[in-house]
């Protein structure tokens, strides 16, 4: 925590949404960086094929150590740079994993199962897959057609004014076609 020049601890201020935002930008950033990065990785290990341009991956057993050498050290430099910002993305992303929990958004998986359990020990928690105490939500829906049966209706009740409307202006044109006769 933040100390202030008298020795005391500040107060605590949260992220504000804004920040937050902000901070998940910098982390998409981070993450299009990691793949740049191992894509430069694997560039260092080829070499370019001066009659076509295309990348030919080396396969260790050239006769020149200096290029080897400056391979390998391009592609150490790569991956560490590489490590170091996966070990930078996943240590914000915790951040604001634990700024959710903390907020109430989200509850950690490892939190208190006892709270969220029912008398036979199954918990009242959704697992993500549809499941909610042992019970598959998606299979009791399907289970049900009401919602299909509601939009059937609906739609012969669309096609029933449709057809009718059609029928009252056949019946207009037709009323004038026979006082013309």
Do not use: C
């Not at 933040?2 to 949404?17: L, Q, R, S, W, Y």
């Not at 208190?112 to 499941?131: H, I, M, R, V």
């Amino acid at each position: 925590m933040a100390t202030t020049g008298d020795g005391e601890d500040a107060p605590f201020v949260p992220f504000t949404t804004a920040e937050r935002i902000q901070q998940l930008g910098e982390v998409d950033e981070s993450i299009v960086s990691l793949l740049r990065t191992v894509g430069a990785a694997i560039q260092s290990l080829g070499k370019k094929d001066a009659g076509n341009g295309d990348v030919v991956m080396n396969a260790g057993n050239e006769d020149s150590d200096d290029d080897e050498t400056g391979e390998d050290a391009a592609f150490k430099h790569h991956m560490n740079d590489f490590l170091r910002t996966l070990r930078s993305v996943n240590v914000r992303m915790k951040r604001q994993i634990w700024g959710l929990e903390e907020a109430g958004i989200i509850k950690s998986s490892d939190a208190n199962a006892a709270d969220t359990t029912d008398e036979n020990g199954k918990t009242l928690e959704p697992d993500g897959n549809g499941k909610i105490g042992g019970m598959d939500v998606g299979w009791l829906n399907s289970r049900s057609n009401k919602v299909e049966r509601d939009m059937e209706s609906e739609l012969w009740d669309q096609a029933e004014a449709f057809l009718r409307g059609m029928l009252k202006k056949d019946g207009a044109g037709a009323g004038e076609d026979s006082k013309m006769d």
